[in-house]
């Protein structure tokens, strides 16, 4: 069965510091891949995703993904972080044989001044 | 706007009960899936749908249903409600390419 891990539940940078938010997956498939941003109150918001070709993958606000096989990583980036990208961020897989989406537990994004 | 629509917003009910959320996918989209949110559990995926037929399962209680219609609107039925049961439930749906998901506003359930 496919899992997603996202280290770190809480993760505190600072306004205009990197963000780096971290996604791990099984799959015995090529998976695709997925991130997905939800602001409070609100449903998810697709931020990019990973199906096949080039493996750095460039998303909506600034955010950026890498697709690393080797690594079964699929971590989230943005060069300096912006105070309206306070939120909960998932990562999520499925595999292109299958039907079912599995989501990560997610990671809730503090930006402080 | 994702263009997929849940009601009612908000829904607030009583212990035994049994309530009915609604989800209208976008446009062509033939699958729709069900998530309930809580605090404690995360994003736990319960059903999904395809073109009217139940595709796949995962954590649904019993007392939990769902369906489909011809017009690919989706209704979950939630019955002998518990106050475990409140929580945020988000319907969402797919098209063909590459399965991404488009996810509603959600329905915030409470059960006092």
């Known amino acids: 069965a496919q899992s997603v891990t996202q280290l770190g539940s809480h993760v505190s940078v600072s306004e205009g510091a990197l963000v780096l938010l971290r996604c791990n997956y099984s799959?015995?498939?090529?998976?695709?891949l997925f991130w997905y941003v939800q602001y409070p109150n609100q449903g998810l918001q697709l931020l990019l995703k990973?199906?096949?070709?080039?493996?750095l993958v460039k998303g909506i606000n600034g955010f950026e993904a890498e697709f690393k096989k080797s690594e079964t990583s699929f971590h989230l980036t943005k060069p300096s972080a912006h105070m309206s990208d306070a939120a909960e961020y998932f990562c999520a897989v499925k595999d292109n044989y299958g039907q079912n989406f599995v989501f990560g537990p997610g990671t809730r994004l503090s930006v402080l001044p | 706007d994702s263009g997929v629509t849940q009601t009612p917003k908000h829904l607030i009910t009583a212990t035994g009960q049994r309530v009915t959320l609604r989800c209208s996918p976008r446009s062509g989209d033939l699958s729709v899936y069900w998530y309930q949110q809580s605090l404690d559990q995360g994003l736990q995926f319960l059903i999904q749908?395809?073109?009217?037929?139940?595709?796949a399962k995962g954590n649904i209680l019993e007392r939990f249903s769902a369906q489909q219609f011809p017009d690919l609107h989706s209704e979950l039925n939630l019955s002998s409600l518990e106050l475990g049961d409140s929580a945020l439930y988000f319907c969402?749906?797919?098209?063909?390419?590459?399965?991404?998901?488009?996810f509603g506003p959600g329905t915030r359930l409470t059960v006092l």
């Open positions: 969402a749906s797919s098209g063909q390419a590459y399965n991404e998901q488009f």
């Open positions: 799959s015995s498939v090529p998976p695709y």
């Open positions: 749908y395809y073109n009217g037929e139940e595709r």
């Open positions: 990973y199906t096949t070709g080039a493996t």
